[in-house]
Each structure stands twice: as C-alpha cells, then as structure tokens.
Nanobody, 125 residues
Framework: QLQASGGGLVQAGGSLTLSCAAS????????FGWFRQAPGKGREFVAA????????NYNDSVKGRFTCSKDSAKKMVYLQMNGMKPEDTAIYYC????????????????????WGQGTQVTVSS
C-alpha cells in the first residue's frame, strides 16, 4: 500500500515536499512514480525513480524544479518541489510498479499497479 502526504497551499515560487510511505515487505522490488491530475485533465506523469534509486525520469515541465528521491531504510519516496507555478496545481499521486529492472523507471501510468490516495497541491499566483 501507498500513502501520499505533504500537499497543501503554497504561493508561486514556493516549495513543498510530498512524501509517499510504502508498506509491505517488497519495497526493494518496486520502481516508484509520481503523477498528477489537474481539474478537467488527465493524469500526467511527473517523475519516476528506479528500484535502486539510481535512475530518475522527469516530465520536462518539472525538470530543474522538482527532485524525486527515496529512502529505502524508511520505505519512503519523496518529491521535493521548488519554484512552484500555478500550473503545478493538481492532485498528486504516488504509484509503484514491481519490476526486475533497475534502470529507466516507467513514465506511463498504465505501467503502475499500485496507487496511493493522492494529495492536493494548490499553488496560488
């Protein structure tokens, strides 16, 4: 199971850190992704991190502003968001995919088999 937290209201240019807590014994077998869904829009890829944490993919719209990381000892995945923009407003979801691959974490939502409940992020202008 996954539980995302850390959302809230922030002014443009501000920062937030989202956390995703993973429960279960197989944390090390999973790649993790962050996705977001704005009102009236489809689910959008944000970032993904490989099971060993060495490979990270980002949506071009967040490169240089967002950082995805993981803490295997705590079974946590993080999304540090800096320089936030109003267009970052969305519900953010963490997701997990069990995989044998240690490279190139997936960027397509359909590739993930476990999802958290989402946390609302609102960026005011």
């Amino acid at each position: 199971q996954l539980q995302a937290s850390g959302g809230g209201l922030v002014q443009a240019g501000g920062s937030l850190t989202l956390s995703c807590a993973a429960s279960g014994p197989s944390y090390s077998r999973y790649a993790f992704g962050w996705f977001r869904q704005a009102p009236g829009k489809g689910r959008e890829f944000v970032a993904a991190i490989s099971r060993n944490g060495r490979f990270i993919n980002y949506n071009d719209s967040v490169k240089g502003r967002f950082t995805c990381s993981k803490d295997s000892a705590k079974k946590m995945v993080y999304l540090q968001m800096n320089g936030m923009k109003p267009e970052d407003t969305a519900i953010y979801y963490c997701a997990a995919k069990q995989t044998i691959l240690t490279v190139d974490p997936p960027t397509e939502a359909a590739n993930y088999d476990t999802w958290g409940q989402g946390t609302q992020v609102t960026v005011s202008s």
